[in-house]
């Protein structure tokens, strides 16, 4: 009876402390790498919007030139809003 026991002891206990707690860690390591990586939809989404970004910022720069010409002290008068706004 006692052999039988042991039998099934012994086993069950090097599962559960070396086999399970390496399993656990492994699934949910693979599990977090099959969810940081991007899929294509969203892989493209974002280039999309880094392009868009880009372009935003070209047109950004190409309107403050030409705010640069037409009105040369808006900077100044833009910092002098802002201060004044956060001082009210």
């Known amino acids: 009876m006692d052999d039988v026991v042991v039998a099934f002891f012994v086993p069950t206990i090097v599962f559960l402390v ?9 699934h949910y390591r693979s599990r977090a790498r099959t969810q940081s990586q991007l899929s294509s939809e ?4 974002l280039e999309t919007l880094a392009m868009r970004a880009e372009q ?4 950004i720069e190409t ?8 009105t040369p002290d808006w900077r100044a008068r833009l910092q002098a809003s802002e201060y004044a706004r956060t001082k009210s």
């Open 18 to 26: 070396i086999v399970a707690p390496l399993w656990i860690i492994l």
């Open 42 to 45: 969203e892989s493209q989404a």
């Open 56 to 59: 935003m910022a070209e047109r």
């Open 63 to 70: 309107l403050e030139a030409i705010l640069d010409d037409h």
